[in-house]
């Protein structure tokens, strides 16, 4: 959030305005703009512009023309000519950017269809519209469990109330045209108030809804991009990109706007290449481009007979080997030119932890049953003496005596049908009588 009223509290927790994209000051809105005019003084004699920017819901912007000469700034709340009855906006433009605004819009600011500036906006002027603001939700859904039930292909997107709450403009989408002379009656029986359907675009609908882009940043339509040019997948293919659409759609479904911001760049980098179908004639063979690198300069191209096998070559290279070509002459081979490409080591970043793998919970778990065999495996016969010297002389040394060939006796209390163990024969002997 800019805006003061909007930063946060001492605690550090946002405190927020809650004016619901209302804010007076106008900062911590959608297409918002800065007037880099407004510390300017106007020449002697100079009169200021008579036509102010007015936003309303989702930022959509109007001119007005302020015939009452009111003093009006940036953040103040108006009341506009509408048909019928009257709209409530907040100015957002003032001064002679407006006219440089009025331009490139393509409106005319002598024209006598440029709407009017009532007034600056009442307390109960914004009552009424605070409201009829607070109903569009509730209307919202309910409008779209009707057409729902009629059965009509179209999405009903957004509503917005004029600002005196007597009118109300459904925003929509359809694939194609839908008939909705029953809608509006189901809605005027319903919502008791005068209906306009407005069909939108999907990246006006983007637009007017606002969301996250694939970036990680807020979508640009909802932010400051106000054109929509066309988008083609020729603009995908002059970059290289590939064509899959699911990378190559934003949240309206339709191709990203952003393919448009680089293309002029890309094509003006590609008119030093030679073209992307030239053929390379040798006396090895006809050789085909299968890939190119605009920003280092480089063509690949392989034989017609080994696809398998590219060979790098410089853009000069490729001219001087065409120009030949167009004499008749072919060059002896393509290894002649090509370049080796020395490929960088990459950097092997470690943290203070020492946690460079990504991976390292990924690796797939060890399966129960073969611990459990382990285990079972380890278990002795509890009835099994496990220490073989328990029984011997303590008088006696271990390992003293011992025959290789000679079997091991039995200890007291060990099983006999325990498997012998792989151990060193223990020979134990009896102490002799006394004399």
Not at 232 to 246: E, H, I
Not at 349 to 366: C, H
Request: with cysteine.
């Amino acid at each position: 959030m800019a805006c003061t009223s909007c930063s946060t509290s001492d605690g550090g927790a946002p405190k927020g305005c809650k004016n619901n994209g209302t804010c007076g000051t106008d900062s911590c809105n959608k297409l918002t703009v800065f007037d880099w005019l407004g510390n300017m003084n106007l020449p002697n004699g100079e009169a200021p512009f008579d036509c102010v920017e007015v936003r309303f819901k989702n930022g959509r912007k109007e001119f007005y023309r302020n015939t009452e000469k009111l003093t009006l700034s940036i953040g103040d709340i108006v009341a506009t000519e509408a048909s019928p009855g009257h709209d409530v906006g907040i100015v957002t433009l003032t001064g002679e950017l407006v006219k440089v605004q009025m331009k490139k819009k393509g409106v005319d600011h002598k024209s006598e269809d440029v709407a009017k500036v009532y007034r600056k906006a009442s307390q109960k002027d914004i009552d009424i519209w605070s409201e009829a603001r607070d109903k569009e939700e509730p209307m919202k859904v309910k409008a779209r469990e009707i057409a729902i039930s009629l059965k009509l292909e179209m999405k009903i997107s957004d509503i917005e109330f004029q600002g005196d709450g007597s009118k109300a403009i459904f925003y929509y989408t359809a694939n194609d045209r839908v008939d909705f002379r029953q809608l509006i009656k189901e809605f005027a029986q319903s919502f008791k108030t005068r209906i306009e359907m407005k069909q939108v675009g999907f990246r006006q609908e983007a637009a007017r809804l606002g969301g996250i882009g694939s970036c990680g940043r807020e979508l640009c339509c909802s932010t400051w991009l106000t054109d929509f040019r066309s988008v083609n997948t020729s603009a995908a293919r002059y970059q290289q990109l590939s064509l899959n659409p699911q990378k190559l759609a934003g949240q309206c479904g339709k191709l990203k706007c952003c393919l448009n911001y680089e293309l002029d760049t890309y094509l003006d980098a590609l008119k030093d290449f030679p073209d992307f179908e030239t053929k390379l004639y040798t006396e090895k063979g006809d050789a085909i481009c299968q890939k190119q690198d605009i920003f280092k300069g480089l063509m690949w191209f392989a034989y017609t007979d080994n696809f398998a096998n590219w060979h790098v070559l410089k853009i000069d290279q490729v001219r001087e080997i065409v120009v030949q070509n167009k004499q008749k002459i072919r060059v002896s081979a393509l290894e002649d030119y090509a370049i080796e490409i020395v490929v960088e080591q990459e950097a092997n970043f470690n943290n203070a932890m020492g946690q460079e793998s990504l991976t390292r919970f990924d690796q797939p778990k060890k399966s129960k049953s073969k611990n459990k065999n382990k285990n079972k495996s380890k278990v002795q016969n509890p009835n099994q003496n496990t220490n073989p010297n328990q029984n011997a002389n303590p008088n006696q040394k271990q390992g003293q005596g011992q025959n290789p060939n000679q079997k091991q006796p039995q200890a007291q209390g060990q099983n006999p049908n325990a498997k012998p163990q792989n151990k060193r024969p223990i020979i134990i002997k009896k102490n002799e009588d006394k004399k």
